[in-house]
């Protein structure tokens, strides 16, 4: 199917480059908006110029909601102002918000007052991208709890409501508070003479529109939930969202752990602008060089025992490198534990029992096998002593970090603690490797030249 | 709220240990299926066993849907095989496998010979968890194209099919080959004498039963579905697969690569058993310290220019750590970009003249840093230029390795890129690092004594 696809872009193109711009228009017309809105942004930008204008505006709308960020917003700008409201006027709202975030004020102003659905947008600009409120739509039905099933039906076929807006009616007293909800299922399955209210169920699952999208998107998934309502301060039903914009929270979510594990900022691509990368990963290698100073400064403390056995500077780098990593590895399960609210605070001592007894057979392990080969290496059984001992400590910090920093960062100091854990439990195992390897070195120097 | 759960909690352990079980079932009752599960799961060994046959049939099996899937085992181990065949009678078909494919070959036989819908199950035990045929449930409504969308109204009346099984009906031929599919909300606006194959949508998206659960999620991801048809080899339709699973996949394949990328064996957590750590985490870290080993082999061949100049010792471990860095850094985003579909091997001369690009920025301002630093501590030039082009060139290296490693490993060797990249990545610039500034040092000895 790919490769079918392919051959269709290709052919789009073609069309377009040979000025056929009305076959290109007819051609992408029988593909799904998401393959669609894929050839948009695949076109360079003279072919899009020409192909934009002669898409009817319900497929152009359609195709726009499906279009990657970075497009939409370089296509957004290429269409003229009288021509965005009515086009914006037909795209869902959730994305119109975020567009008109993207246009700057002016801009913004002069497009909301062209249009039809500005009473349903304007409300919803005013919630921040990362909470519930940013994502919901303004498109869905709300009904009062009086009408009987018949009434709702009737009504139902005269407004015939979009696909993804209707799987839920939700019921609301006079101030718009949410009472209830109906699925169409419940609608189609009740007498028609009930009345709303009694079929409804009242036991909603919802939140407030100030809930962080996190939060809000594990909400949907801990209740296997298909749309979920939202509420102002006052209780009164403001906007819904639908689980597809859920599925694109968590794996945006589970984006950011992964880079900022890394040590990248959030949001960036494979091909991102290069300007942007240096940008993002930069800041981290810096610090990390910073640390990297500081443990190298340890290390010029015991320039005079390296220059006796110079052999330390070989197994150096293995404990502090081999405490990275484990420490690293910790921390990873943590953070990832923590975001999945798989474990909290009150587990801290459990996870930290387990990290350590952990932490200890990988420091018998890794000790002994770095015993053996300072042995091999140095024919000097003190020096596989000290290896092996410093190899061993370090592993137990390496548990101790790898727990408590990532638990430190979230509930001591409040911050995602994917942050920085990686930079921290480095520079602790690096620092505290070096030094407790050298320095026992140095007390048992006589033994070791 | 989080708050007010944890009392309900208590207050239910609290009866259950009053052997109040009856009480503690009403309270239960209560609550939201994923809560029960919660409380279920948290309880004691002790008071489990008491309060599991107290729980209305259909309340457990609801329960035992959202369990984590931990628990889930543990829970259905206590459960005679009598109760277990009506009670998975209940219990959604795509978890129901699960079930039975963790019970064992002659246990599952067991059950499934006293279940009634084993004619429905059966049928999905022979595929893999990991594909779309092991996620999908046999709950679904199929109909027949002639019918009118009155007698499919009074049909659903008579069934009253649950919630989340009704959001799509299926249209098929006599063959069982899906057709065309229904919404509910077209049925309802629909004249009450058209046929279903009038009104129905004939292009419908659908997946093979055997594709990957990854690609089936992205597919999903893409088309914005809430509900997919999964095909047999001869168009039949077979299950239908809802985006709840969906959620819990795209979660589950990020965590896996987050855990793959710090060298731990996917489904671990941080509460899983000791043991089961261990093995998912020493085989990497001993990989790890074999590359170390290697590396430290290198620095022994130098021993002779540390003993003279031990303050190479020092910076040496700053130009492998940076590189190391550096080169998870590029390997991150590059195999998050792979996993994303964001990128493919058609992008790699692109990529990787960014990263080559981006390594050069790195190299000049961590060569200058470095160089300063080395000048300030040593007072030798010679050696501050041997640092900074040691650092230039290895961060080429990490450029080169973050971008071909990931690479290689998908398309070369057709496994996973985030599996291993790490510690190629890490050997690579560890290795070359050393290599490259202690060889460089060595030609230039007399000029850094």
Redesign the interface.
């Known amino acids: 199917m790919e490769e079918e696809q392919a051959d269709l872009f290709s052919e789009i193109r073609d069309l377009v480059a040979a000025s056929r711009t009305s076959d290109a228009v007819a051609r992408l017309g029988g593909l ?1 908006p ?1 393959d669609q809105a894929d050839v948009i942004a695949e076109l360079d930008d003279a072919a899009r110029s020409a192909l934009l204008p002669a898409i009817p505006r319900p497929d152009l709308a359609r195709a726009i909601e ?1 279009l990657p960020d970075q497009s939409r917003s370089s296509i957004i700008e290429e269409i003229p102002t009288a021509d965005l409201a009515p086009l914006l006027d037909e795209v869902d709202d959730d994305i119109t918000v975020d567009i008109l975030h993207e246009l700057g004020e002016e801009r913004a102003g002069e497009v909301l007052r062209e249009m039809k659905r500005a009473w349903a947008v304007s409300p919803l600009l005013g919630h921040s991208d990362e909470t519930a409120g940013g994502h919901m739509t303004g498109a869905f039905i709300r009904l009062n709890g009086n009408w009987t099933v018949e009434r709702t ?1 009737t009504y ?2 005269r407004v ?2 979009e ?2 807006s ?2 839920y009616l939700y019921v609301v007293d006079g101030q718009g508070r949410l009472e209830g909800v109906v ?7 009740a007498p028609p003479d009930a009345a709303l209210s009694d079929i409804m169920l009242r036991d909603v ?1 919802k939140v407030r529109d100030d809930m962080d999208q996190e939060e809000m998107a594990r909400f ?7 749309a979920l309502p939202v509420v102002d301060a006052n209780d009164r039903l403001v906007g819904v969202i639908t ?2 914009d ?3 929270i ?2 945006e979510e ?2 950011e ?3 900022k ?4 900022g959030v949001k ?4 991102s602008p ?1 300007m942007d ?2 940008r993002r ?2 800041p ?3 610090v ?2 910073a640390v ?2 500081c ?3 340890i ?2 403390r015991f ?2 025992t ?3 056995v ?9 404990i ?3 405490g990275g ?2 420490s ?2 910790t921390a ?3 953070v ?3 975001a ?1 609210d ?2 909290d605070v009150g ?1 801290l001592v ?2 930290l029992l ?1 990290e350590l ?2 932490g200890a ?2 420091g018998l ?2 000790g002994s ?2 015993a053996v ?1 300072a042995l091999a ?1 140095s024919g000097n059984g003190t020096l596989a002593g000290v290896a092996a001992a410093a190899m061993f400590l370090n592993m137990l910090v390496a548990s101790l970090g790898g727990v408590l920093i990532p638990m430190t960062l979230r509930y001591g100091l409040k911050v995602d603690p994917a942050t920085a854990a990686g930079v921290f439990d ?1 520079m602790l195992t ?1 620092i505290m490797g070096f030094f407790i390897f050298l320095g026992l070195a140095t007390i048992m120097l006589d033994r070791l030249t």
Chains 1, 2 share one sequence.
């Open positions: 799904h998401a499906y039906i139902l076929r015939r409501p696909a993804d209707a799987y699925s169409l299922r419940d609608l189609i399955i699952r949907v998934q801990r209740y296997d939930l298909v689980v597809d859920v599925l694109d968590v794996e589970a984006t752990d992964i880079l594990l890394a040590g990248i960036e691509h494979a091909l290069i990368s240096a990963r930069l981290w290698l810096l990390n060089m990297g100073l443990s190298a400064l290390v010029t320039e005079n390296i220059s006796k110079a052999v330390l500077a070989a197994l150096m780098p293995i502090a490198g081999q990593n484990a690293i590895q990873t399960i943590v990832r534990g923590l999945l798989e474990i587990d459990r996870v387990k007894m952990l057979v990988k392990l890794f096998v770095l080969v290496w480095t690096d």
